[in-house]
Every structure is written in structure tokens, then in C-alpha cells.
């Protein structure tokens, strides 16, 4: 159960190291303790594809406010599905002096493809998905870095994650938006892009005035999009942004953004690749 | 293998050894005069094709082979959206791939998801090339031996030279209708060989380069005046 919730989340490559970095006995197929698939699942919850926010901490605000409200919470994962418990669930809470993390899961009910045996077909089949809802507040940065799992498509992510955060704030009697507000990560993204840390490979852009929409795809996938009228004028806002994919040439992971402040991890990244792409772009905000 | 040295080859082994300059010509000028100067340029097997003559076929093969034979010219794979076989999933490295029977895009470009290619089943995907820009072009960087042994190729077909003054037209910025009489000049110009080596030697070079070059050979010659008004009259 809790490997087969791992491997949806990690590519194979990333989930059978983790035993080893985690120093636990045996390999990844034969470890039975559920202690132990715990900690890998743990790893396993906060990576892999993800849409992420960032939140900057407002000014004259305390945080040992919010510190002080929590309960420390080991953390307990809600797995299997059981019907009607599928609600937003607090799986783990920890802080140490002003950081904080939090790990929350609850499930959706959606269509994915899945492969016929034979490998010939895949069919779209309804199915109850996990879905996983990570914080973490780092003060030395006053940064705080929400990631939650894909839900459908694009922006209405944004509008969940509004819902989402006080569902979780709330149980700690925490108004979360007193102490931080939405940043805006595209000039970030722009300055990755000008250093060619990223590559953009598909922009979709609409012109409000004439209602038109520019969609360019770059087919060939070495190609860069820096060159055409369209992203120069999603850039400076001639255009406005319907999402805009790119690729991490080291990292080796796509991303898209959608908006000034909302990018979707596309690729299941592994520990490595997240941190360092949250590392990007934190050190340009 | 160098890349020089695969098109030999190719050529050799498929009896078009007198194409094997209008070939290096024609990749050079592909990879280089491209008004998108970005790091990875694609390359077409029509555009190898439109200068050369050696059929769209030939031309897929010819850049198969450089790409078998050297990482700077990319196979690629691009695949298309089980739920609609015209619209672009993703694409693919044919050097990233580790496993053919499951290739993944892990986001379709059209449904957004995750999807699985087994080469062998999946009959819809496209191949394409790309070639790094600075490096294939260093690499196939024509040396001044080239040119003499090219050269003496060119002149013993009068096609080649049509091949030629095609590629450096190209490379103009001309009205199209001032195309043809252009060429007509510059292939008068071309049998004439001097300074024939420095209009090859540039292939790589940009518009300003080759008009420069172009415009000054007209100024040099009697009997262009066509070439030379045309460029006199650019702003």
C-alpha cells in the first residue's frame, strides 16, 4: 500500500535509493516494516510533481505567534482511501525555534490514464487519487513554500489553495493571510530564463484587446521560444499569460507557469531537483 | 566519428560523392543562417533537400547518420496525444530515451498528462533534428583545403554552381522578384571563380557578411552592374 503510493509519486530511480538514504536494512522491495515505508512515503509525499506558491512573512508581524499555536504531530499518513474519509487531514506538524512545516493529505475523485496489460491502450478510468499538501517556513528567509499535488489544470489550482490554507490555519486558531501575502515569482522566472536556467518551450499568451490567443510550441526539444514577438510581449505585459512551459536543462525537469505567481513542477523530480529548483528561484526573490 | 568525415562517408556509400561539397555547404548554411539565432537550431531534411536536390529521403538518412555518428546533431521523437493522433504530446531526445517499449511524456502538451510510447506500437511519432549551433558549425568549419578540393568539385558540374548561387541568395536580403536576376549575375560571377573561396569561407557568416562580400566582388568586376545596383540601392 504505501509503496505503490511511493512509486506513483517517484520515478523508480528515486524511490529505490531511498532505503539507502534513509540508512535503512534491505532494498526497496524486500523492507516490510511500515516504520519504514512511513519514512520513505514521507520523502516520497513532498516531492514528485507539484504545484507551488511562495509566501513572502509581512512586515511587523511575529511569528512565534503562529509557533506557539501549533502541536507538534508525528507524521501519520491517511492510507489507504476508506469511503467518506477523504477530507483534508493534518498528517504532520513540526517546528524548531521560528521554522515550521506541515504536511496535509485528503483525496480527490478523478479520471487517469491507465495502461491495458498488453501495453496497447490506455483508457481514462476514475479513480480516488491521494493528494498531498506541504508548508514550509524557513525565517531566516522569510519565505514560506506551499507545493500541493496536481488537481486538474492551470490557475484553478490558485482558487484550492485559498480554500485549502485555512482549512488547515484555522484548527490552529491562525488567520494565515495576517502574517503572509502571495509573491510574485515571474521576474524571477524571466531572470532564470535571461541566464538560460530556463527554456521556454510553449507559451500561450492572450492579446485582451483583440481576444486573440498566441499559442507557440516548440516541437524540437532543444529549441528555445526567447526569440519570438509573443514571449517579448508576455514578458513586458503586452500579452497576457495563460502559462507559459519551460524546461530546467539541469535539473533535467519542466515547469510551467501560469500566472505571476503560481508554477507546476510537471516532472515527478526527485529530492535533488526540487530543492534546487526552489533554491533558483528563493535566492531571486 | 566527426562530422566531416560521416558525410564522406555518406556520400560515398551512397554514390553522390560530387554532392559531398554542396552537402557541407548546405548543412553550414542551415545551421548558420538562421534569423533565430538561438543554441539548437533544427534542421529540416526538406531545407537539406531544397539546396541540394538529394530528395527529402536522402536528406532524413544523411542527417540520421550524423546523428548516430556524432552527439552534436539530436534525433528526435515527437509524439502525439492518445486521446487526438494529430495534437503534439511531447517531445524527446533520441539520447534521453533509456527504454524504447516505454517512453514517457510526462506532460502531454494537449491533455496534460502522462503518457507511455513503446516505439514499436506507436506509429504516429515524428523524427526531427537539431544541431547545437556553435559547435556543429566550428566542427564543420570549412578549412582552406576544403574549399580548393571543393571548388575543383563545383566547376566540374554546372548545377553545383546553380546549387551555390541558390545558398548564397538565401543568405540576402533581396525583393523577391529581384531574386532571379541576382543569381543570374552571381552564377556569372561564380564560373568566374576569383574570390570565389571568400563568398564559401562566409557561408557561415551573417546577411551583412555575404552582402559585403557580395557587393564588394560587384564593385571589383565590370560587367555585374545588376549585383551592384541592387546592393547600392539597400539602406
Redesign the interface.
Known amino acids: 500500500m504505501y509503496k505503490t503510493e511511493i512509486s506513483k509519486r517517484l520515478n523508480k530511480a528515486d524511490y529505490t535509493r531511498l532505503p539507502r538514504l534513509l540508512e535503512l536494512q534491505g532494498t526497496f522491495d524486500n523492507i516490510t516494516s511500515i516504520e519504514d515505508s512511513k519514512k520513505m512515503l514521507q520523502i516520497a509525499d513532498i516531492n514528485g ?1 507539484k504545484y507551488m506558491e511562495i509566501y513572502k512573512l509581512k512586515e511587523d508581524v511575529d511569528i512565534s505567534n503562529i509557533i506557539q499555536e501549533l502541536n507538534a504531530l508525528s507524521y501519520h499518513p491517511n492510507l489507504p482511501y476508506i469511503e467518506g474519509q477523504g477530507a483534508l487531514t493534518i498528517t504532520k506538524v513540526y517546528f524548531h525555534q521560528s521554522d515550521f512545516e506541515i504536511l496535509a493529505d485528503f483525496y480527490t475523485f478523478d479520471e ?2 491507465i ?1 491495458s496489460d498488453d ?2 491502450n ?1 483508457t481514462l478510468t476514475p479513480l480516488h487519487q491521494r493528494r498531498v499538501l506541504h508548508i514550509k517556513y524557513n525565517h531566516n528567509r522569510q519565505k514560506l513554500i506551499l507545493t500541493i499535488d496536481p488537481i486538474g ?1 492551470g490557475v484553478k489550482i490558485s482558487e484550492d489553495i485559498l480554500r485549502y490554507i485555512p482549512e488547515i490555519f484555522n484548527q490552529y486558531n491562525i488567520i494565515f493571510f495576517e502574517y503572509f501575502e502571495l509573491a510574485t515569482i515571474d521576474n524571477a522566472i524571466y531572470t532564470m530564463i535571461d541566464n ?1 536556467v530556463l527554456r521556454p518551450t ?1 507559451l500561450k499568451s492572450t492579446d485582451e484587446g483583440s481576444n486573440r490567443v498566441y499559442d507557440t ?1 516548440a ?6 521560444l ?2 519570438e514577438v509573443t514571449f517579448t510581449d508576455t514578458r513586458q505585459n503586452t500579452l497576457n499569460i495563460n502559462r507559459m ?1 519551460l524546461k530546467h536543462d539541469e535539473l533535467n525537469i ?1 515547469v ?1 507557469l501560469f500566472s505571476d505567481d503560481l508554477l507546476k513542477v ?3 523530480a526527485n529530492m535533488e531537483q526540487n530543492d534546487g529548483l526552489k533554491e533558483n528561484i528563493i535566492q531571486l526573490l | 566519428m566527426g562530422l566531416k568525415k560521416t558525410l564522406y562517408n555518406f556520400c560515398k556509400t551512397n554514390h553522390i560523392e560530387d554532392l559531398n561539397c554542396i552537402l557541407h555547404i548546405t548543412l553550414l548554411n542551415c545551421i548558420a543562417n538562421l534569423s ?5 537550431v ?1 534542421i529540416s531534411p526538406k531545407v537539406i533537400d531544397g539546396f541540394s536536390g538529394i530528395g527529402e529521403e536522402l536528406a532524413f538518412d544523411l542527417l540520421n547518420e550524423l546523428s548516430n555518428e556524432n552527439t552534436l546533431i ?1 534525433k ?1 521523437y ?1 509524439f502525439k496525444c ?1 486521446d487526438d493522433g494529430y495534437e ?1 504530446s511531447g ?3 533520441d539520447n534521453e530515451i533509456d527504454d524504447y ?1 516505454n517512453i514517457q511524456i ?2 502531454c ?1 494537449r491533455c ?5 510510447y ?1 516505439i514499436d ?1 506507436d506509429k504516429t511519432y515524428e523524427i ?1 533534428f ?1 544541431a547545437n549551433r556553435e559547435k556543429t558549425i566550428e566542427e564543420l568549419k570549412l578549412t582552406n583545403n576544403d574549399i580548393i578540393k571543393e571548388m575543383v568539385v563545383i566547376n566540374t558540374n554546372p548545377e553545383h554552381i546553380d546549387k551555390i548561387a541558390n545558398i548564397l541568395i538565401s543568405k540576402l536580403k533581396l525583393q523577391p522578384e529581384k531574386k532571379e536576376e541576382v543569381k543570374i549575375g552571381m552564377i556569372k560571377y561564380l564560373h568566374s571563380i576569383k574570390n570565389f573561396s571568400g563568398l564559401i569561407a562566409d557561408i557561415t557568416g551573417d546577411a551583412a557578411t555575404t552582402t559585403g562580400n557580395i557587393k564588394q566582388i560587384a564593385e571589383d568586376l565590370s560587367g555585374f552592374s545588376s549585383i551592384k545596383e541592387f546592393f547600392n540601392s539597400e539602406p
Open positions: 510533481s487517469v490514464w495502461k501495453g496497447r490506455q489544470d538560460e510553449r510550441l516541437q524540437n526539444p532543444n529549441d528555445s526567447t526569440d512551459r519542466s510551467e510537471w516532472s515527478r | 533565430k539565432k538561438q543554441k539548437f533544427n539530436k528526435y515527437i492518445p503534439t517531445s524527446i531526445n517499449h510526462e506532460a502538451y496534460h498528462q502522462e503518457h507511455q513503446d506500437l526531427g537539431s
